[in-house]
């Protein structure tokens, strides 16, 4: 297994993406490729590196420098790089604005998150994301961060189907971050809740609502689900924001 220095990736940033990988070799896709060879003029013998989105980089020697299909062998491989210590799905509602959902699935990657899923509430104004252009934002922004893992974009549900899907597992730090008290069940601030799980001790997940706020049913039903009420310090915060805030959250406890 090869050992790239953190300061040769910072100062190397081509970072390109296969998923065509078999039997010792790797194919870039075309607009992979086209990037490669007509954008960064790289030719057959040069050495690149190539994540598969699962997790490993690889170090590889071109082969075949078509602005189609570039081939290449790979010559090592680095599991789990640049990896984090927990595992984060982020459950938000669509915001009003298409592309501050984007800006947000972006930001997220870049600091660290393994899987979103597009909730609809009762009070969400938008109902419907737009999944491949997301997902291009994912693959661009996770070789922008040096990350080996491209978060997952998930199926669009309901909130409320997303609470009950969440309702047995124990395994999972759940967490709803919501703009009203209940008196039975007050909120804590979100780093107050991270301060009680250990760096190994698993997956988080935050649910996050829409410009609205969710509704009082769905909040009890979370709460009934296992859910803790979180808040996330006293200014008001839009969607977006409020989802970031939370991923920052999360990093801050884990890499700081």
Same mark, same amino acid.
């Given at each position: 297994?090869?050992?790239?220095?953190?300061?040769?990736?910072? %100062?190397?940033?081509?970072?390109?993406?296969?998923?065509?990988?078999?039997?010792?070799?790797?194919?870039?896709? %075309?607009?992979?490729? /086209?990037?490669?060879?007509?954008? &960064? /003029?790289?030719?057959?013998?040069?050495?690149?590196?190539?994540?598969?989105?699962?997790?490993?980089?690889?170090? $590889? /020697?071109?082969?075949?420098?078509?602005?189609?299909?570039?081939?290449? %062998?790979?010559?090592?491989?680095?599991?789990?790089?640049?990896?984090?210590?927990?595992?984060? %799905?982020?459950?938000? $509602?669509?915001?009003?604005?298409?592309?501050?959902?984007?800006?947000?699935?972006?930001?997220?990657?870049?600091?660290?998150?393994?899987?979103?899923?597009?909730?609809? +509430?009762?009070?969400?104004?938008?109902?419907?994301? #737009?999944?491949?252009?997301?997902?291009?934002?994912?693959?661009?922004?996770?070789?922008?961060?040096? #990350? +080996?893992?491209? !978060?997952? &974009?998930?199926?669009?549900? !309901?909130? #409320?189907?997303?609470?009950?899907?969440?309702?047995?597992?124990?395994?999972?730090?759940?967490?709803?971050?919501? $703009?009203?008290?209940?008196?039975?069940?007050? /909120?804590?601030?979100?780093?107050?809740? &991270?301060?009680?799980?250990?760096?190994?001790?698993?997956?988080?997940?935050?649910?996050?609502?829409?410009?609205?706020?969710?509704?009082?049913?769905?909040?009890?039903?979370?709460?009934?689900?296992?859910?803790? !009420?979180?808040?996330? +310090?006293?200014?008001?915060?839009?969607?977006?924001?409020?989802? &970031?805030?939370?991923?920052?959250?999360?990093?801050?406890?884990?890499?700081?």
């Amino acid at each position: 297994m090869f050992v790239l220095p953190l300061r040769d990736i910072q %100062e190397n940033m081509e970072i390109f993406y296969a998923k065509d990988i078999a039997g010792g070799t790797l194919k870039l896709d %075309e607009e992979e490729s /086209r990037h490669c060879v007509r954008v &960064l /003029r790289h030719r057959t013998g040069d050495e690149i590196s190539v994540t598969d989105g699962n997790g490993t980089l690889f170090r $590889c /020697r071109i082969t075949a420098d078509s602005a189609k299909e570039t081939e290449a %062998e790979i010559l090592d491989a680095i599991h789990d790089w640049g990896g984090h210590p927990y595992c984060l %799905e982020m459950a938000v $509602c669509p915001t009003k604005n298409a592309d501050r959902l984007e800006w947000f699935a972006e930001k997220a990657c870049e600091t660290g998150i393994d899987s979103i899923v597009p909730v609809i +509430g009762e009070h969400s104004e938008r109902t419907a994301v #737009k999944p491949q252009r997301i997902e291009k934002i994912l693959l661009s922004a996770a070789k922008q961060s040096l #990350k +080996g893992k491209i !978060p997952m &974009l998930k199926e669009t549900m !309901p909130v #409320k189907a997303y609470i009950e899907s969440m309702k047995d597992d124990d395994g999972c730090m759940k967490l709803i971050a919501c $703009c009203f008290e209940d008196e039975s069940h007050p /909120r804590i601030s979100i780093m107050e809740a &991270l301060k009680k799980m250990q760096p190994d001790s698993g997956r988080i997940s935050v649910l996050i609502g829409p410009e609205g706020d969710f509704s009082a049913e769905e909040a009890a039903l979370a709460v009934r689900c296992g859910f803790i !009420p979180v808040h996330l +310090g006293p200014s008001r915060l839009r969607t977006e924001t409020a989802a &970031l805030t939370a991923v920052f959250a999360v990093y801050s406890r884990f890499l700081l």
